[in-house]
């Protein structure tokens, strides 16, 4: 049985055409990934990913790409995706709270914070209620955001090369770490390092998402645990 093609509308094909070719368009459309967490700083807003999520899928369909095209398929082995990114995101971890969180600590003067989960030591449920929030808006959502959409078109911007992946690669994790804002400067920066981490892992899987959607969400679930467990 032949599937059933149906015409693409011309004011869609207009569009779409619009954010494929014109750079300036591209542009517009980062400034306003960039603006809508600003937004929530300035005005009393919820913060969530999802009006990401609705622009970054917005934008897709109206270039008549799926999520698929950007990464969100079947990885050629799961077990591969999983061991590699539990790997990279504990080698992370390890790295994070023995080298690059304290020295942030002694260069910003910040006092080690729990972020406003101080709530989560020896509370299980808490503990596994935040695991199943974190896991789909955070890991998933924000992984298609972050580096299946907004990776891609930055790439769209600078080019299909090293030099373009490249920039769009470093890009990606400041505009990332700039939606973390609210936690301070020291998060803004570990979390544009994790955003680098993540976009290379993306890059590392030939931009299969499921790769840094695992480490994404190891790396979630080891700081919750570590909280839980009071460390």
């Known amino acids: 049985m032949r ?18 070719d014109r750079k300036p368009v591209v542009v517009a459309e980062m400034l306003v990934v960039v603006l809508i967490p600003a937004l929530w700083e300035l005005l009393p807003l919820p913060r969530t990913i ?3 999520l609705l622009l970054a899928w917005l934008s897709l369909w109206l270039r008549q790409r799926g999520w698929g095209n950007v990464g969100l398929r079947h990885p050629e082995s799961w ?15 390890i790295l994070g709270y023995t ?11 910040e006092a080690a914070t729990a972020n406003g ?6 509370n299980l449920l808490a503990f596994l209620a935040l695991l ?9 959502a924000e992984e298609m955001v972050y580096r299946g959409y907004v990776l891609n078109r930055l790439a769209d911007l600078f080019g299909q090369s090293r030099l373009g992946w490249g920039i769009s690669l470093m890009l ?3 505009m990332f770490s700039l939606a973390h804002g609210q936690y301070g400067p020291r998060f803004i920066v570990t979390s544009s390092l994790m ?3 993540e976009g290379g892992s993306y890059l590392l899987s030939r931009r299969n998402l499921w790769l840094p959607i695992v480490v994404h969400g190891m790396s979630n679930t080891i700081s919750l645990a570590l909280l839980f467990l009071g460390l």
């Open 117 to 122: 989960l101080a709530f989560l030591r020896g």
């Open 99 to 109: 080298v690059v969180n304290p020295m942030l600590l002694r260069l910003t003067g």
């Open 172 to 174: 990606s994790a400041v």
């Open 132 to 140: 199943a929030f974190t896991w789909p808006l955070a890991a998933v």
């Open 195 to 197: 955003g680098l981490v």
């Open 50 to 52: 999802i009006p990401l």
């Open 3 to 20: 599937a059933t093609h149906h015409p693409v509308p011309a004011w869609r094909e207009q569009v779409g055409s619009l954010l494929r």
């Open 79 to 93: 077990l591969l995706t999983c061991s590699t990114g539990i790997a990279i995101a504990a080698a992370a971890a």
